[in-house]
């Protein structure tokens, strides 16, 4: 486990500690000096867990998910996804708790660390708490932004070669695009009701979880377009598929139809009969494949006029 002060200050007097990859033990001992409710100790421990929020007695608990930057390209779970990060805010402490290093975390925890003494007239507790609260889920939101690009981007490229007969190998990946937009708008829809939450019971701090609520509906409402996309997407490319596979049956079809009466004549006089039409005769042979000539050249004509060929 890693504990780091990140701001400890006695005027007015807040602690901001970030707790990396405890165990039960060390939580135990976290949660018994800061009064932290047991059932929110397990929750932040379950590495699962979906964004939640909870007022409890002398503190609130927030959990959310950001978007893991080494998240393999075929991720599908939430878990492969993202990483959660509890947050443990009371009157005069802000604890956070995940299991691993998060690039964007580490860089807020920097500049917090570096913002040195307060000047005179600067926020009180309560502001400044809040603000910390804040930068933190806005944070967490702003990480689902790059993949959400970058799953745009691919949708583009799908949409350019869909009738280019490109995408064929590629149509696999549509399914996996779908799974991470819905997975990414699930978990920023839970993330909007955390901040809907905090904005009823923040007082004059309204704007600050405001603003992460903003952020966090236009992120929700960009994964909710894409998941649109991508959906139609998926519909155009089985339509085409599937249209590809009526051509093929068409093809087949026609050529059927220019054997069938062909097959019918050729086994009728292929029976081994001595008496038949024309069978003794000398020009009965060439009559027959000139009548088999005639029945293919008015079935072409005939699919020619109903524009069966083109």
């Known amino acids: ?115 040195g003494p307060r000047p005179p007239g600067a926020p009180g507790r309560d502001t400044l708490q809040a603000q910390l609260f804040a930068q933190i889920l806005n944070g967490a939101v702003d990480t689902h932004t790059k993949p959400l690009e970058a799953i745009e981007a691919r949708v583009d490229r799908f949409e350019d070669a869909e009738f280019a007969h490109q995408i064929e190998d590629d149509l696999r990946e549509l399914p996996l695009l779908k799974r991470q937009v819905t997975l990414i708008k699930r978990l920023l829809w839970r993330t909007v009701e955390v901040a809907q939450r905090l904005t009823l019971q923040s007082g004059r701090t309204v704007p600050l979880f405001r603003d992460v609520q903003e952020n966090a509906e236009s992120s929700h409402f960009y994964a909710d377009e894409l998941l649109d996309d991508v959906t139609t997407l998926l519909h155009i490319q089985l339509a085409l598929a599937s249209h590809r596979t009526g051509e093929v049956m068409r093809v087949l079809t026609i050529f059927s139809v220019f054997f069938l009466p062909l097959t019918f004549i050729v086994g ?43």
């Open 268 to 310: 009728v006089y292929g029976m081994n009969f001595d008496f038949m039409p024309e069978l003794r005769e000398r020009w009965g042979y060439p009559a027959v494949l000139g009548a088999m000539a005639i029945v293919t050249l008015a079935i072409y004509l005939w699919f020619r006029r109903r524009g069966w060929l083109r």
């Open 1 to 115: 486990m890693t504990i780091r002060t990140v701001l400890a200050q006695p005027d007015p007097a807040l602690t901001w500690l970030d707790v990396v990859g405890p165990s039960w033990e060390e939580m135990d001992e976290i949660a018994q000096r800061f009064g932290l409710h047991q059932t929110s100790v397990l929750d932040c421990l379950d590495p699962e867990h979906l964004p939640k929020f909870e007022e409890l007695e002398g503190h609130t608990f927030v959990i959310v998910r950001a978007y893991d930057e080494k998240a393999p390209p075929g991720c599908a779970t939430v878990q492969q996804m993202t990483r959660k990060v509890a947050v443990f805010s009371g009157p005069r402490f802000l604890v956070t708790i995940h299991r691993t290093e998060q690039p964007w975390l580490s860089g807020l925890i920097a500049r917090a660390s570096a913002g």
